[in-house]
């Protein structure tokens, strides 16, 4: 009974949970990398707060739009480079948490296959 007890949470609650953390990993990299509101502000301009429609002259008014511009394609780059990043680590995580997953299904059977192991006269080389 003890036995049933163990493998029934192992294979319910506690696969469950194993599942809800590896989720827990993913929300939280992708907040800490702002990848949703990298993507919505993807074309706005990179920490300009001065540069605004300037009035006067055809040269101020170019000098102006030169420096938006400059500043939305550093934006763009910068959050491009942090949304690649960030996306490429969800995806190493995403592995990562597959192959938990699946190790986690497989270790109660470690035991069993062992004890065949031991039957049939197997022993690591290393002995």
């Known amino acids: 009974m003890f036995l049933v007890g163990i493998l029934s949470w ?3 609650k506690g696969l469950r ?9 993913l929300q939280r990299l992708a907040d800490d990398f702002s990848i949703v509101l990298s993507l919505k ?3 706005a301009p990179f920490r300009q707060i001065s540069a605004s429609r300037a009035n006067g002259s055809i040269a ?3 000098q102006a739009f030169v420096d938006r511009m ?3 394609v550093i934006g763009f780059i910068v959050r491009s480079m942090t949304i690649l990043v960030g996306v490429l680590l969800m995806v190493l995580l995403m592995f990562y948490g597959v192959v ?3 190790v986690w ?16 006269g197997k022993v690591p080389s290393w002995l």
């Open 10 to 12: 192992w294979y319910g």
């Open 100 to 102: 938990l997953l699946v």
């Open 70 to 72: 400059v500043s939305r």
């Open 105 to 120: 299904l497989l270790i109660p059977l470690f035991p069993v296959v062992g004890l065949i192991l031991w039957v049939i």
């Open 60 to 62: 101020v008014m170019w």
């Open 17 to 25: 949970q194993q599942a809800v953390l590896i989720v827990r990993r």
């Open 41 to 43: 502000t993807l074309f």
